[in-house]
């Protein structure tokens, strides 16, 4: 075989099992049947009868009432009916306790780990998993094991066979009776004697309750075995040993004769025998090699106890198809050969040909736009107020001391004056010289230059580039030849070799998968959705409108400071709550209001000024304030009235002293206007002054004004105006800004859109390798035979038995180390780098479920074991074996690289060949009959019409793949190839097999790894 050969594919060629011989059927298999006599005397080999409410076996008795006569209840599982059934065939065993209350035997705690047992509430039970364990009386068991070692020796020993010499060994290890071995086994009529009878009978039943009791704990079935091997053995020996004397000689007795009888049917050679020839296949242990098979044979039990209730409902209908001889086809190169023309350069004598190939694609997409506002204000505003009065007044004045007490009702010009008085005086002569000078200057200059300038700028650009370029130059010239020149290319093709190898049989399969790529493409489509990044619609513009999050009466002080810094609100001042304020002469800006040296006609004396007060549009007058002087005569009755806008504000009548003075004449009571505060809506003021006995004045007025309510809220009003247009200009260049980005997203949206609707299933569904490929197909078709094995994964979950959860979680606290970089405060450097150590509590992790994961795990094991699932096998039926609305779907996946997984993507059905992998043949078939995996050790075989002929066509296996004997010639074949070879060239093509040849003389290198 050559190094480098490499497998091309496996085939397999399936064939029914070979009917096995019914003698070599009793030879390799230990049947559950006895040696009894039927009618006229004849002794015939019959099954026990296990299968009736009155059967001799124990276990049988238990299953036929539980399976057939027992009706489930509504609510009973299958598991719930196997536990009950299992309860009850343990429920006779010995039981044992560890410390001996309630009357149960000690079981001393070290032999736990030598017995196999069941535990049933705080009890033991041990099973019998040994011939001497087994219940009953029965001596011939204590020394099955004995024999068994006999038999084993003797199968290794290399001395000359002698079954002679065997037969007394045998004899002597079961303690056979004074008659021999014959007469251990055998009646005096040829039956089975009583104590092997009733032996056989035990080790059977103990079979079948260990077979049954491995549906709940692990158990060793190999002593079980082994001792009706023995027995197996032991009756084949007298058999032999009948047959010895017959052809000796010695005329058979009546129940020798019998038996020869009831063995013609097994052996027809022996119908009408008489002793004086030899009967092929007799004797049954002639050589070490039939030693050997009866030390191998395999007890046979009927199908009710491995499968228990699938009996009337079976698990599964999937049977073998048969036996197939394992094939594979191995090919390697030979060689590289020159193919058909690939194309050819002509260039003719003297003539230059240059090609020069460029391929340049390019795509460069580029979007912006801008917006730019500029807006300026500018101010200037001046203004002088200058205001100066100087006033001097001398006065002398008069004075005589005296004690006066007087009462006086006098009437004058309509006015009742009553006085009451009581008092001193004093006469004093003074001069007084006043002189008063008042200067008040005001001088504002005000200058704003106000230039506000917004300058927004928005610019988008999006380029996309993507170049290729490709350059290929070739140039031919000949100028200088001799003669016009062709140049001819020609397509490389490879040789391979091929050779068809043998791997001797394997137990097969066959399924029919429907869709086999249905759930891959599926997943494959859904990944590429949940994968991809959808482009999302842009979200249309939220045009915001102009809103302020305050109202006209939230405008305080702090709230105008605050909304000074961000918009432009030069033309306001906050108004004072309360103000000072002169009173104002408009004819020469004075506020002086004097006269001198009225000359008085009448008892009255009124003037009226038209005076103004700054900014007192918005305030009400709550008080009037005098400054200054008025001179009266010497007489009752004086008086001082002062109205503002004809509203009294001031009345001062009384007698005193002829100069009243102020403001200290009214310093406890202010003067206010009367009826209240006094609203002013103007700055214009009309300033009314009436006086009795007046003889001169000079007075300053002022005003206490207090900010009105309404004109506060209608100034609120307008500064909000001035806001809420400032804050309209800003959310509409805001919007138009959104605008233009929600158009500028849509359009970008739309072509991403564009690309992914030119998407189709074919370009999603592409797949890899042709390698890759394989392992695809290989994986999905061996999920559906599984389906199809297990009744897993189907559309009914209601009978699953994998789908459980091995992976739970837990809950601990978790810690890591971390390195880290503290930070000091106030942006000083770390003082010191570490590693931390971190904790966190309460934090949720996987963990295994061990019940879960070992029930799981168990099948799971079993099921990738149990089948050569690399060595799969298939074949694609076309797309209209699927549903008819399925046609058009499939007919459009495929892989443009691939033909065979295009034909796995489209197709309707699949065929599928699975073969068993050697030495897992019983298993898989019990698996099938009792949804069971064996977990190991010798295993009896289910006493099922197919099962056996199976189990003795692949009894003796050829290697798995460690050799294979070549089947028929090699052949060649050639694959095209995509190199192209210029013909005549100098160098030729690689010989593979001289290099193949040079590497097989050259040593290998071997060694371990």
Known sequence: MALDQEPLFDFMVVRAPESVDVAVRRRRHVHDEAIVFKDQGVVAFEPEDLHTPTSKSEPGRVVFRRVFCDPAGDDDTMATRIADLLHELVKNLPRYGTCGDGGTKVLPFEQLDRRTYVKDGDQYVLLPDRPEDVPGNHPLLAVLHRAATVAREEGADTRKWDPARFAQRIETALGAPAGGLKSLVLTKDGAHSEPYRTSRRALFDALYLLYM???????????????????????????????????????????????????????????????????????????????????????????????????????????????????????????????????????????????????????????????????????????TTRHEVKQEAEQVVKTALGVTAN????????????????????????????????????????????????????????????????????????????????????????????????????????????????????????????GLVLPEPPVPPVLEKPRLDFAPGDIDEAKFRELRRDHDLSGFTFPTEWRQVPILVNEGSDGYLAEKDIQREHLWHGKTYQCRIDDAAMYQLTELRLDGSVDFEDQGGRLLRVTVNGVQCYNQEGGGTDVWYFPAHYEKTPPAPQGGPLP?????????????????????????????????????????????????????????????????????????????????????????????????????????????????????????LLQIDAMLTRTTDMEWTRFALPEQPGGKPPARARFTHERDQGVVVPAIDIGAARDKGTIVQFLEQAFEWHHISYLCYPYFWAELPRWVELMNQGDDADPDFTAFLRAGMARVLVAVTPAYEEAALHYLATREAWTGGPAPVIGDPLFLPLHEELRKQTDDRLGGAPDGKPWTFTVPTTLVYLHGSADGLPDVEAERAEREREPRETGTG
């Not at 100028?479 to 070799?497: A, L, M, N, P, Q």
Request: glycine share 6%; net charge negative; aromatic share 8%.
């Open 407 to 530: 009462a006086s009702v006098s009437y004058n010009g309509g006015t009742v004056v009553a006085s009451l008085g009581g008092g001193f005086s004093y006469n004093r002569s003074s001069d007084a010289t006043q002189k008063a000078a008042h200067n008040f200057a005001r001088e504002i200059v005000d200058k704003a230059v106000d230039r506000v300038t917004t300058q927004t700028t928005s610019q988008r650009s999006s380029t996309r580039q993507w170049e290729t370029e490709e350059k290929n130059r070739q140039e031919f010239s000949n100028i200088k030849g001799e003669g016009h020149v062709s140049g001819i290319y020609r397509w490389v093709d490879k040789e391979y070799t091929a050779q068809v190898y043998t791997y001797g049989k394997r137990l097969m399969f066959e399924f029919l998968v429907p869709e086999p790529a249905a759930f891959w493409a599926e997943s494959k489509l859904r990944s590429h959705t949940d």
């Open 213 to 383: 009791m491995r549906r709940r704990v692990t158990v060793n079935l190999e002593h079980i075995i082994d001792g009706l091997r023995v027995l197996h053995l032991a009756e084949a020996l007298v058999i032999d040993g009948i047959y010895a004397a017959v052809r000796g000689g010695t005329a058979p007795g009546a129940g020798e004769k019998a038996l020869l009888t009831a063995l013609a049917a097994f052996h027809p050679g022996l119908r009408g025998w008489t002793g004086a020839t030899a009967v092929p296949g007799l004797p049954l242990v002639a050589t070490r090699d039939d030693l050997t098979a009866y030390l191998e044979a395999a007890p046979v039990v009927h199908p009710v106890f491995a499968q228990l209730f699938r009996y009337t409902r079976p698990f599964n209908d999937v049977k073998p198809i048969g036996v197939g001889d394992l094939k594979v086809v191995r090919q390697w190169l030979t060689a590289y050969v020159p193919g058909e023309i690939s194309h050819i350069h002509n260039v003719m004598l003297g003539e230059r040909k240059l090609r020069d190939h460029r391929r340049l694609e390019k795509n460069e997409e580029t979007y912006s736009f801008g917006d730019t506002s500029t807006e300026e204000h500018t101010r200037d505003t001046q203004s």
């Open 680 to 800: 002013l809506h103007s700055d214009t003021v009309t300033l009314g002054l009436a006086f009795r006995w007046v003889q001169s004045y000079g007075l300053f007025v002022s005003a206490t004004l207090h900010l009105r309510a309404d004109a506060l809220l209608d100034w609120q009003h307008k500064v909000r105006d001035v806001v809420f247009s400032a804050e309209r200009k800003r959310v509409d260049a805001l919007n138009q800004r959104r605008t233009q980005e929600y158009e500028a997203a849509l359009t970008q949206y739309q072509e991403e859109l564009d690309q992914l609707k030119a998407l189709t299933v074919r370009d999603v569904l592409q797949g890899g390798s042709s390698e890759a490929n394989r392992l695809v197909m290989d994986e999905e078709l061996k999920k559906h035979c599984l389906t199809l094995i297990t009744k897993e994964f189907d559309s009914d979950d209601a009978d699953d």
